[in-house]
Nanobody, 123 residues
């Protein structure tokens, strides 16, 4: 599994962004896929996770109703659609893959990580 995240940028509050994370390997559909974020001086925090088939998802309370996680297993890609962005969403966003069958929210349960993409939301 080799994950490459993209799609970050500088936007204004209220704008939208879509992050993508592509796996160059051949086992993408075997993993639950999550998005995490880390702001300066803070711990990495859970954002969203989707199951292997995309049929289930969990969201952090802070993004529920604004962010949507989805995946396309034919393209080995997981997405994070972020709407109504707020300055507090500013962080480096990471995608991650977990081989654990149950969808989980703790970073230590994830086996592979992408390099991160910066999202900056100005007020």
């Amino acid at each position: 599994v080799q994950l490459q995240a993209s799609g970050g940028g500088l936007v204004q509050a209220g704008d939208s962004l879509r992050l993508s994370c592509t796996d160059s390997g051949r086992t993408f559909s075997s993993y639950n896929m999550g998005w995490f974020r880390q702001a300066p001086g803070k711990e990495r925090e859970f954002v969203a996770v989707t199951s292997r088939d995309g049929g289930s998802a969990i969201y952090a309370d802070s993004v529920k109703g604004r962010f949507t996680i989805s995946r396309d297993n034919a393209k080995n890609t997981v997405y994070l659609q972020m709407n109504s962005l707020k300055p507090e969403d500013t962080a480096v966003y990471y995608c991650a893959a977990s081989a654990v069958p149950t969808i989980l929210t703790r970073p230590y349960r994830y086996d592979y990580w992408g390099q991160g993409t910066q999202v900056t939301v100005s007020s």
